[in-house]
């Protein structure tokens, strides 16, 4: 079955710092036109950071749903910023830690039905403290939780952002991490 | 440390079908204001379907990304719907199957930055096929895709859509699924 959209017209509806919404005209495979509404974001990285057998997890206020989530360390890629070069930077910002050896994962979409935004996932060893650099306005707690705590608190419905379960399930996934327990 | 923000304003933007734009005015834990764009979504579902050791995969265009993804079946919840009658109604339309099994194994946030969008997972097993109920309009391909496969598939990078490997990590770290292997 022939899947693909065609889009033939973007209208701007709101150009943001952070998102951009537009109006999309597509045309279906079918022939029908119909409308999309799409929100453009410049994508993000996150880092599962491994000290020792413990996870760095950040605990941050997110407006978006009005609650303190527990996640992995990510950010916002600024403009044309080299995914990985953001990782390093979002990693010593957030939590002081810097790594020599931060290794790409995987990526995901984090909601394909009308956003676009990429979170591209690093895996990082080696963790070296040196001082966080958050700005006067950045409000978090960094957390060393060990990774069968972790695991847990996945099971107890606590951890629920999906960057961070998506890294996770790539890190087992890659290392059948559970077939050592 | 002092997480929280406190909303003090939400100014809408945009009033879509699927979401809703806000530019929100919060006050920072240190009294200082700033804006926050906030988007908007009632939320869905998406179910981690097995036939036997086969998992049910949808293949799907997504306007937002302008590519073809392979996801779990899913759908928007409509207005207050129950998210359980939710994940059996998108089971049936999407892929013809129906289960009277269906357990909820957790939620996520999709893009916790700016979004509010939280989508509830379900596993359903003992699949019986009644015939599909998709509208003219919806075009996607149906996929019993052996679970070795699927993680091959994630391995290869091939899976990016987050509510599926979210739905595998709540999965796995359920079933401790790797430690059959």
Known sequence: MELREKIINKEDIFKGKIIDVKMLDVELPNGKMAKREVVYHNGAVG?????????LIVEQYRTA???ILL?????????????LECAHREL??????????????????TSA???????KLYC??????????????EF????????????????????????TLSA?????????AYSNK
């Open 47 to 55: 880092i599962l950071a491994f000290k020792e057998d413990k996870v």
């Open 65 to 67: 749903i009005d609650d």
């Open 71 to 83: 996640e992995i360390p990510a950010g916002k890629i600024d403009g044309d910023e080299d995914p």
């Open 92 to 109: 010593r910002e957030e939590t002081g830690y810097i790594s020599e050896n931060i290794e790409y994962i995987g990526e995901i979409v």
């Open 113 to 119: 039905g009308f956003c676009n935004e990429i979170i």
């Open 124 to 137: 990082a060893t080696d963790l070296k403290y040196v001082g966080d650099d958050r700005d006067d306005d």
């Open 140 to 163: 978090l707690n960094v957390k060393e939780m060990p990774v069968a705590e972790l695991r847990e608190l996945i099971g107890e419905g606590k951890i629920i952002d999906s960057k």
């Open 168 to 176: 996770i399930c790539f890190y087992d996934n890659k290392n059948k």
